[in-house]
């Protein structure tokens, strides 16, 4: 599946005017990555600029080359799931370091919430069947955290009670404070999951995204939640469970 997405703070695919792609060279850096994109013409590159004013006056394109204004269901959509990719690149920054198996995890993930923001920005009102073959998704990820969640819940004490999302402080002290941010950091970003899945669930149900989009965000609050009980416990945390106030 393509990713093609209308410029999100993550990542920009960006095009020239005359329809050639650009070749986007990435570097790693310790905290995320450096991107430098060169356009490539008659044997020359240069840079384009970030910054093409077409959204000045409050419109923005999506992929299959509709205007519409940027409070539109679809721009709302796409801002919300690149702010649930930040929040989960940060997350994943607090844990690079211990080895966790669900780094690797995480970098799918973000990767996976790419191909949701190109599926979102093809309205299937106004797509063409090449938009449509690009921008497909598939039900594979969501079978993927599915296949993840159980493998963590296996390993966790059943849930009796609710749970605060916070660490018990008490415990924080011997805890490695990367973990005690990620746990902290994976519970906001599953926050913000479940908002981003009630900004696409019109778009769902007007048709004009694939379902299986819905059903990625939905699944992916449950394993945010999951991951960070399982942190909490490998590291010795103990829950914060609700008790009703007398």
Request: with cysteine; charged share 25%; net charge positive.
């Amino acid at each position: 599946m393509a990713s093609i997405i209308t410029k999100p703070a993550h990542l920009r695919c960006m095009l020239t005017r005359t329809g050639k792609c650009l070749a986007v060279n990435w570097t790693k850096t310790s905290f995320g990555s450096e991107r430098s994109y060169a356009s490539k013409t008659d044997g020359e590159s240069r840079i384009p600029k970030i910054y093409t004013k077409t959204g000045d006056k409050g419109f923005s394109s999506t992929y299959t080359g509709e205007r519409r204004p940027k409070e539109d269901h679809v721009f709302e959509a796409l801002g919300t799931t690149d702010e649930l990719s930040s929040a989960i690149g940060l997350a994943r920054e607090f844990c690079i370091d211990k080895g966790h198996t669900f780094t690797d995890q995480l970098d799918k993930i973000q990767c996976v919430l790419q191909d949701v923001g190109s599926n979102i920005a093809t309205p299937q009102s106004s797509a063409r069947e090449i938009h449509i073959k690009k921008t497909k998704f598939s039900s594979q990820p969501v079978a993927d955290l599915e296949s993840w969640i159980d493998e963590f819940t296996e390993k966790l004490p059943p849930l009796t009670n609710f749970i605060l999302p916070v660490p018990l402080w008490v415990n924080t002290l011997s805890m490695h404070i990367g973990l005690m941010c990620f746990i902290l950091t994976s519970l906001s970003a599953r926050t913000v999951c479940r908002r981003a899945e009630r900004s696409v669930s019109p778009i769902v149900r007007s048709g004009e995204a694939d379902p299986d989009v819905a059903k990625y965000l939905n699944r992916l609050s449950d394993y945010l939640f999951t991951v960070a009980r399982y942190t909490a416990m490998k590291e010795g945390n103990e829950e914060t469970i609700y008790k009703r106030p007398e």
